[in-house]
């Protein structure tokens, strides 16, 4: 049990942290605006496991089936939510036959 509330915790967390770093990849500074949405799988997980820096809270008192469930459906939509973000952004890459500086791929 302990293994499974720590392994959807964990999906949560990089959820929120892949989306954190998408938002702040595609708009720059612009994406602190974007801060609090994206830490909503991660809260979210915290909130319905109790566990972690939301576990004192205690708000909910949900079943351990239910509640991995509803986290793993929330972490789900943040990785979801990562796709539109990344989906337009411009990757440059390095031509260095040019000597134009960017970025390397791969």
């Known amino acids: 049990m302990v293994l499974l509330e720590t392994a959807v915790l964990l999906l ?3 959820s929120s ?5 998408a938002c702040f990849y ?3 500074v612009r994406g602190l605006y974007l ?3 994206a830490l909503i799988p991660a809260a979210g997980t915290e909130l319905l ?3 972690g820096w939301l576990g004192a809270v205690r708000l909910l008192t949900v079943p351990l089936p239910v509640a991995a469930l509803v986290s793993v459906l929330l972490a789900a939509a943040g990785f979801a939510a990562t796709v539109p973000v990344l989906r ?3 990757i440059r890459t ?3 036959a040019a000597n134009q500086p960017g970025w390397a791929i791969g």
């Not at 942290?17 to 770093?21: A, R």
């Open 88 to 90: 337009r952004t411009v």
């Open 35 to 37: 801060l609090l949405p």
């Open 49 to 51: 496991l109790s566990a």
């Open 94 to 96: 390095a031509n260095p």
């Open 17 to 21: 942290g892949m989306l954190i770093g």
């Open 12 to 14: 949560g967390h990089v």
């Open 26 to 28: 595609r708009y720059g």
